[in-house]
């Protein structure tokens, strides 16, 4: 958390100060000891009038670089105005956000903001990106904003690069490589990449390196020139056309008390990991040494440790030799643009467009081939979906098809959106998806999903969990088409007397109504939830000695979810305070 000062100029101002003080857990200092405290804190707020704040700050003044934020805001909060060192120092950011505490007027007079453009001097804080260009970044800045033709290359994927590419001003390409950089056509080069790369000689350059490598490393007994070992793998990996970009060190636990580890952890400020020599020993690598295994147990070190470091990533550089070190580079599969392509299995939610995950929607925004459980999914999730994007419905297709239709995009390194109902892990159909997968060696990865049955407890407005009544919620299904074990039949998990939500078992109510009843009481209540979040929703309460009257009545299908609990609108327990307090925003408020 940023350290933050107000000044109060103004004594009219004092409900202001407070507010900002325990909205931004600021200190109150006097303005007589700003130059003092200068190099103290992250930034300074003034609440008065902007040319005492001026004058003040102005003999402290040096570098954008180094100088903290300063923002003014007025004796009466009308405006909040960014002062000093807006992009670097972060004070536009925390105008916009004394701005929206205040219920103020943010006033930002930086023209990359203005203008909506790219602010390049905060993406080596704002994504952990380090800058390795020479050109002055003054002049790249000035090239840009005045909306220079600019050339854009990206080999790596990561949360800074898909925010470039989401936000592409119109002045700006991407290339796929390097020898694109045509100067004729473009004054300057952006480049997001560990690997070293030059622009043509008559290009503005800005490169910056993303940190998303992995160094594998060993290390000989008690190295003297430990202290030049992490410039030495550095430059040892420069040779081989790769810059620094690690954000993890990883080798053998039985170097965990290595002065070289400490180094790492402490002057640099690196993630260590370590790994026993059996986990070591399981990984497959290029290089592996006899001499090592008889050594430490496992014939890798620094590839194997790299490896597992980068969830299995790619080894980028294998094995490299120093006077008292060994070292290899991996990076991270997500990271990679590679041809091949990735399949992303998301939880669309219950069905309302605006429950699906940030992730899952930013997704489909990428996807190439969006492929969505027709039946259980509704098509509005789709529509984000950008031009030329393949979205279809797999309703009426066979694994099979669904299978060969993927692997088609994969191949053509596409992006491909598997998009399932509510969280996939729920009585999905992804396993023999991911079988497949496994089998063709397909990169994929799962995005989580809300599940119906927490939109079943949002739209019951109910908590699941009562305490000293119920703490446990149970997620089954009645014993239909597919068997149930024998120690999950219905019957006996209502022993517990828990909240039940039970899926896909409206066509089988009776049996399901049956089985309940052994164990909970008639009345117990109950709910049936059918197209939970959809416009067509509709809840049914009732005790569950009706439950099969309330299904059949209602001629509701399989897309129901039944509910069973004295959770269900359970009131009691509720503190005094909100019964005291808020009952009558719930009234009012919510039910309106």
């Known amino acids: 958390m940023p350290k933050i000062a107000i000044i109060q100029i103004s004594e009219a101002s004092e409900r202001i100060v407070l507010t900002l003080q325990r909205a931004l857990h600021a200190q109150i200092i006097p303005r007589t000891e700003v130059g003092e405290q200068w190099n103290d804190y992250d930034a300074f707020v003034f609440i008065g009038a902007m040319g005492i704040c001026v004058r003040t700050i102005s003999p402290y003044v040096k ?51 203005l203008a909506q453009l790219w602010a390049l001097d905060t993406f080596e804080l704002r994504f952990d990106w380090v800058i390795v260009s020479d050109d002055d970044m003054n002049k790249c800045i000035y090239a840009f904003v005045n909306e220079e033709p600019t050339a854009l290359l990206l080999e790596v994927r990561d949360e800074g690069t898909e925010y470039l590419e989401k936000t592409l001003p119109p002045h700006v390409t991407i290339i796929d490589d390097i020898n694109e950089a045509d100067p004729e056509k473009y004054v300057l080069l952006i480049m997001v990449t560990p690997y070293i790369h030059h622009a043509p000689k008559d290009m503005l350059e800005l490169h910056f390196s993303p940190m998303v490598g992995t160094v594998g490393f060993g290390l000989a007994h008690h190295p003297e020139d430990y202290e030049q070992i992490y410039e030495q793998i550095d430059k040892a990996f420069a040779e081989k056309g790769i810059l620094p970009c690690a954000h993890r060190y990883c080798t053998i636990d039985v170097k965990a008390d290595e002065p ?128 030329g994007a393949v979205v279809r419905s797999s309703a009426d297709m066979n694994l099979e098809e669904q299978c060969a239709l993927m692997k088609e995009h994969y191949d053509r390194g596409h992006l491909i959106v598997r998009l399932h109902t509510g969280d996939p892990c729920i009585f999905g159909a992804i396993q023999e998806q991911m079988a497949y997968f496994d089998r063709e060696g397909m990169s994929y990865h799962i995005t989580p ?112 979810m039944i509910v069973v609990g004295e959770a269900i609108d359970n009131r009691n327990g509720l503190s005094e305070l909100y019964n005291k307090y808020f009952t009558h925003m719930y009234r009012e408020g919510i039910e309106n």
């Open 449 to 560: 999903g809300i599940s119906s049955f927490l939109a079943a407890a949002a739209e019951l407005r109910s908590q699941f969990t009562i305490p000293g009544r119920t703490q446990t919620i149970i997620l089954t299904r009645g014993e239909g088409r597919t068997p149930m074990p024998p120690k999950e039949q219905l019957h006996l998990l209502a022993r517990s007397q828990s909240t039940m939500c039970i899926f896909l078992s409206a066509a089988i109510v009776d049996d399901v109504q049956r089985e309940l009843l052994q164990e909970y009481p008639e009345d117990t209540p109950v709910a049936a939830c059918y197209h939970l979040t959809w416009p067509d929703q509709r809840i049914y309460r009732g005790v569950l000695k009706d439950l099969a009257k309330i299904v059949h009545d209602n001629h509701l299908t399989l897309t129901t």
């Open 260 to 387: 070289f580890v400490q180094l790492l952890a402490e002057d640099y400020d690196k993630e260590v990991t370590f790994y026993t020599a059996e986990e070591l020993a399981a990984v497959e690598v290029p290089t592996p040494s006899d001499v090592v295994a008889k050594h430490v147990g496992t014939a890798s070190v620094c590839e194997a440790a790299a490896i597992l470091g980068s969830n299995h990533g790619e080894l980028v550089i294998p094995k490299v030799k120093g006077k008292n070190f060994t070292a290899a580079l991996a990076i991270d599969k997500k990271y990679l643009r590679t041809k091949n392509g990735h399949i992303e299995i998301v939880g669309a939610g219950p069905g309302h467009p605006d429950l699906i995950s940030v992730r899952g929607r930013k997704l489909l925004e990428h996807a190439d081939l969006i492929l969505y459980a027709g039946s259980l999914v509704p098509r509005e999730l789709t529509l984000c979906a950008k031009i």
């Open 63 to 113: 570098d954008k670089h180094t100088d903290p934020a300063v923002v003014c805001v007025d004796s009466i909060g009308l405006h909040v105005i960014s002062v000093l060192s807006g992009h670097i120092g972060g004070a536009n950011i925390l105008t916009e956000v004394i701005a929206a505490t205040l219920g103020s007027t943010p006033v930002i007079t930086t023209q990359s903001d």
